[in-house]
């Protein structure tokens, strides 16, 4: 409205626009404010409420599209607002993402998000004397970020974080605020996170190649005609970062960003799934679920992960896996024990306010007690009820050999080395070893050769080369006399196939590499793989030697049969 205009100057229709936009704008916040209130694990609860949250923000956004001259003209609507609408609905996508494990949901994010820079809807915000508005548009970016990480769009990535970088300077410059060193933090933890990965692939012109390894159609061995395996599918897992030192973003250790697309499938664009480009019905559920659900749990405290951990038992279906995923700080147990029990072993760190001095937690307890901050091996005893695969990647990853089947459920424990030697240990940072073999084995196998980068025809052929390799290996597992039948009874899901062999893979690799003497250097599992089927198979042994020849680093690696350790 005008100065000089009286609410009664205003054409009836023209008000009851504004009204109504006011109604929707209200009703979507308080829906959207909302949704933090909901549990934050369940599979069911969440459901309605989101519906009808993504309902009225639809309804909003095709009410300012249609209305968009009165709402200018009588509301005085600004291009922020408007970007506020369209942050929103991509952070519903965003949230919808991480409650369903559903990848194309990213792509829905990320197509609101662009629109957002594209038609520049926050370009107004610096032009106003309010800091609130610049740290949504602050906060716009950062979401952004998350999301163009997921996706892979790492050139966009970059370009983001040097557009942020001078929204943050010009911020600080222009308002004396008190949150410059969090903004400078942001910047500073995306620029590790995307240089994170140690070798690149480059094209003949020596630009950065991005390579996905989310499960692509054709990347898992087929099971052979014939072949008995269980039927068991994968429907839940719980990533679990608590890493001391580990580079991060938005929640996310790298450890946890490579295994969580180790979980999922390529994304598809939603836009043949939805009925209107840029709306979900309310109603709508995907057809079919591709990915298994997961939860994110970033430094959890042990009623937090147990919560959760409880949540996903409940809820397993029936001929279903329960993944539990820990990369975090080992917990060693301080006195002895006569009795080797589930609690005398140590776990893995889980959160807590205790002090710490140089990354060592400092321990003011009765050294007879256990640790009360720890997930111990005990403390998973009551989820074997049901199948349940295990990935532990942690210094005191071994404790979890000290297992007990107690109710005859398929259970496997996959464990990383304790120990690795300086130079990898050096990298610890960037992520594990262990976990970059189970995300990426020619990525983690370049890594551990001393490899920077890779040219693209080689690495194509590599990974041609890998596929075979794995093949081999799953025919390995499948054709054991000897081995304990848990690995096959998950061996007919695609993701835990491509888990198990590639852990085979690692496992393989290590032993034949040059720098890794120490048993404790490699990786073990629970139940035991029979090694001359598996892990140092003459054949598997044969094709480590031919990829190290093929990348020309075979002066790394061992090339004789070596003693079972």
């Known amino acids: ?157 970059k370009v983001l974080v040097k557009e942020l970088s001078e929204e943050i300077e010009d911020y600080t410059q222009r308002f004396n605020t008190e949150d410059q060193l969090e903004w400078n933090l942001v910047l500073q933890e995306v620029a590790a996170f995307i240089e994170a990965d140690p070798v690149v692939v480059l094209n003949d012109n020596n630009s950065v190649v991005v390579t996905s390894n989310r499960l692509q159609e054709g990347s898992v061995p087929p099971l052979e005609q014939g072949m008995v395996v269980g039927q068991l599918v994968l429907a839940d897992s719980l990533i679990i970062g608590n890493c001391n030192n580990q580079v991060k973003f938005s929640e996310l250790t790298i450890d946890m960003f490579r295994m969580l697309q180790a979980l999922e499938r390529e994304p598809v664009n939603l836009a043949t799934q939805t009925s209107k480009q840029g709306a979900l019905e309310s109603n709508e559920k995907p057809a079919k679920r591709e990915n298994p659900h997961k939860y994110l749990l970033y430094k959890p405290t042990f009623s937090q992960l147990f919560s959760f951990l409880s949540a996903s038992f409940k809820e397993l279906p029936a001929n279903s896996v329960l993944l539990v ?94 120990v690795y030697p300086k130079s990898i240990q050096d990298q610890s940072q960037r992520g594990s070893l262990f976990t970059l073999f189970l995300y990426s084995p020619l990525l983690a196998f370049s890594s551990v050769c001393g490899l920077n980068s890779v040219r693209r025809g080689l690495w194509e052929r590599a990974q041609e080369f890998l596929h075979k390799v794995y093949h081999d290996i799953g025919q390995m597992i499948t054709r054991s006399r000897t081995i304990d039948q848990a690995f096959l009874q998950f061996f007919g899901d695609e ?61 790394l690696f061992c090339d004789e049969s070596l003693d079972a350790y």
């Open 495 to 555: 993701f835990l196939r491509l888990l198990l062999i590639r852990f085979v893979f690692c496992s393989a690799a290590l032993r034949l590499h040059k720098l890794f003497r120490e048993s404790r250097s490699f990786p073990e599992s629970y139940p035991d793989l029979p090694k001359q089927d598996t892990v140092e198979s003459s054949l598997l042994q044969k094709h480590v030697l031919e990829l190290a020849a093929m990348l020309d680093v075979q002066n």
């Open 325 to 418: 995923y820990l990369s975090a700080t080992g917990v060693f147990p301080t006195g002895h024990s006569d009795y080797g029990g589930p609690y005398d072993f140590g776990g893995v760190l889980t959160n807590t306010n205790r002090d710490v001095v140089n990354g060592e937690t400092v321990q003011k307890r009765n050294q007879a007690q256990k640790e009360m901050h720890c997930l111990h091996p005990g403390d998973l005893f009551p989820f074997t009820r049901k199948p349940l695969f295990v990935v532990v990647d942690s210094s005191n990853s071994t404790a979890y050999k000290n297992f007990t089947n107690l109710f005859g459920q398929p259970l496997v424990c996959l464990l990383s080395p304790t």
């Open 1 to 157: 409205m005008t100065g000089a205009e009286t609410e009664d100057d205003i054409p009836l229709g023209e008000r009851k626009t504004v009204t109504d936009f006011c109604y929707l704008l209200d009703k979507s916040k308080q829906l959207f404010n909302g949704l933090r209130d909901l549990p934050q694990y369940g599979h069911k609860q969440w459901q309605s409420y989101f519906g009808r949250t993504f309902d009225v923000y639809t309804k909003l956004w095709k009410f300012q599209q249609q209305h968009r001259q009165v709402l200018d003209t009588r509301y005085g609507l600004k291009r922020w607002q408007i970007g506020e609408v369209a942050s929103k609905i991509g952070q519903l996508y965003y949230h919808y993402y991480l409650r369903t494990s559903e990848t194309s949901y990213l792509n829905e994010a990320f197509s609101f998000y662009s629109a957002i820079r594209q038609r520049s809807y926050y370009f107004q915000v610096n032009k106003e004397d309010r800091p609130e508005l610049v740290v949504k548009k602050l906060r716009y970016y950062a979401r952004y970020i998350v999301v163009c990480l997921l996706l892979n769009k790492m050139d966009l990535v």
